[in-house]
């Protein structure tokens, strides 16, 4: 990957929306990645008819997918999956490397509606208890692998920094946010759209001594003994700097990534790489539909004919395919 080195000013052509920017504070020993949504989680969210609580917190998914999943290389899926007790029992987000996100969730729209009139719809309220896993699948040819992490009335944030430290054992913070802004487009309305932003940062030191391990469980140390590890300076002031980042600013179209970055670490110089664009876009087809139904029995395709038809919708893209049953009967004929 290449980079250009801003020390000193967020000089350059900013990156706009759509995209994750990759940046080191070497000084801190800190490198993480900043993500703008903008048409991409609008164009997403719009395919659906989600409530706009439940549009909040799959964008709040959609934005870590795309940080983490855009820091792995590899060719294959990363998948971000949340099962879970409460109103929004499950999100699915998708990333297909390099580029390609989609989203979907299920949950039970009386009881969303229920939490939001309670005042209860923060995302710890609407995902409740269950756990959220992390996969990587590069294939049917290499093996699968999957980190989970316990949902125990968490954030999405939260849980992010649970899942690093349990499986990784790496210091990481992240910052999501989302909101839906009134946009004015040139030679157009005003109309109401949907983006997303993300800051994801990690303590990567060369020296394993220096990780600080403040957030580690410290198992069942005898009582009154003193289990606190202090952690690195360097990581202390890199946390602080990043909760001074205010939501506002991470989905303001005005406020590109480099200047975001510039604002917050200036005074320890921070370099940016080439950015990595996204693009909403569903894996599914019309070919692979079919293929799919061909799988089922005769008879379970017979269960599936309404009103003379087989009718399928992606659960991802909303994207309705038909089908007359004669043609899988020729199939197999």
Same mark, same amino acid.
Request: aromatic share 6%; hydrophobic share 40%.
């Given at each position: 990957?290449?980079?250009?080195?801003?020390?000193?000013?967020? &000089?350059?052509?900013?990156?706009?929306?759509?995209?994750?920017?990759?940046?080191?504070?070497?000084?801190?020993?800190?490198?993480?990645?900043?993500? /703008?949504?903008?048409?991409?989680?609008?164009?997403?969210?719009? @395919? %659906?008819?989600?409530?706009?609580?439940?549009? @909040?917190?799959?964008?709040?998914?959609?934005a870590?997918? &795309?940080?983490?999943?855009?820091?792995?290389?590899?060719?294959? @899926?990363?998948?971000?999956?949340? !099962?879970?007790?409460?109103?929004?029992?499950?999100?699915?987000?998708?990333?297909?490397?390099? $580029?390609?996100?989609?989203?979907?969730?299920?949950?039970?729209?009386?009881a969303?509606?229920?939490?939001?009139?309670?005042?209860?719809?923060?995302?710890?309220?609407?995902?409740?208890?269950?756990?959220?896993?992390?996969?990587?699948? !590069?294939?049917?040819?290499?093996?699968?692998? !999957?980190?989970?992490?316990?949902?125990?009335?968490?954030?999405?944030?939260? &849980?992010?920094?649970?899942?690093?430290?349990?499986?990784?054992?790496?210091?990481?913070?992240?910052?999501?946010?989302?909101a839906?802004?009134?946009?004015?487009?040139?030679? %157009?309305?005003?109309?109401?759209?949907?983006?997303?932003?993300?800051?994801?940062?990690?303590?990567?030191?060369?020296?394993?001594?220096?990780?600080?391990?403040?957030?580690?469980?410290p198992?069942?140390?005898? *009582?009154?003994?003193?289990?606190?590890v202090?952690?690195?300076?360097?990581?202390? *002031?890199?946390?602080?700097?990043?909760?001074?980042?205010?939501?506002? *600013?991470?989905? $303001?179209?005005?406020?590109?990534?480099?200047?975001?970055?510039?604002?917050?670490?200036?005074?320890?110089?921070?370099?940016?790489? #080439?950015?990595?664009?996204?693009?909403?876009?569903?894996?599914c087809? @019309?070919?692979?539909? /079919?293929?799919?139904?061909?799988?089922?029995?005769?008879?379970?395709?017979?269960?599936?004919? #309404?009103?003379?038809?087989?009718?399928?919708?992606? #659960?991802?893209?909303?994207?309705?395919?038909?089908?007359?049953?004669?043609?899988f009967?020729?199939? #197999?004929?």
């Amino acid at each position: 990957m290449s980079a250009v080195d801003r020390p000193s000013s967020p &000089a350059g052509a900013p990156t706009g929306d759509d995209a994750v920017l990759p940046f080191a504070v070497e000084a801190l020993d800190v490198r993480g990645r900043v993500v /703008r949504l903008g048409p991409a989680i609008d164009t997403l969210l719009g @395919r %659906h008819d989600y409530p706009p609580s439940v549009s @909040r917190l799959l964008a709040e998914a959609v934005a870590l997918t &795309a940080l983490i999943g855009t820091s792995m290389k590899f060719e294959g @899926r990363f998948i971000v999956q949340t !099962q879970s007790d409460g109103p929004v029992s499950m999100l699915v987000v998708d990333f297909d490397a390099p $580029d390609a996100l989609r989203a979907c969730a299920r949950f039970d729209a009386d009881a969303v509606a229920a939490a939001v009139a309670a005042g209860h719809d923060r995302p710890e309220d609407l995902l409740g208890r269950g756990h959220l896993a992390m996969t990587v699948d !590069q294939g049917a040819h290499m093996s699968r692998y !999957q980190g989970i992490v316990e949902l125990d009335g968490r954030s999405l944030e939260e &849980a992010a920094h649970g899942y690093f430290l349990q499986s990784e054992q790496i210091p990481t913070r992240v910052r999501l946010a989302v909101a839906e802004v009134l946009t004015r487009d040139p030679g %157009h309305e005003p109309h109401r759209a949907w983006r997303a932003g993300g800051l994801f940062l990690q303590f990567l030191p060369e020296s394993s001594e220096r990780v600080g391990q403040r957030d580690l469980h410290p198992g069942d140390a005898p *009582e009154g003994a003193s289990a606190t590890v202090e952690e690195d300076d360097a990581w202390v *002031e890199a946390q602080s700097l990043a909760s001074t980042v205010e939501d506002a *600013e991470l989905i $303001d179209p005005a406020v590109s990534a480099e200047t975001l970055l510039y604002r917050l670490f200036h005074e320890r110089g921070v370099r940016v790489f #080439e950015p990595r664009a996204l693009v909403e876009r569903c894996r599914c087809s @019309r070919d692979s539909v /079919r293929a799919m139904i061909t799988s089922f029995s005769p008879a379970e395709r017979i269960d599936m004919v #309404e009103n003379g038809r087989i009718g399928v919708t992606c #659960e991802f893209c909303s994207t309705h395919y038909d089908f007359d049953p004669q043609e899988f009967d020729t199939n #197999e004929a």
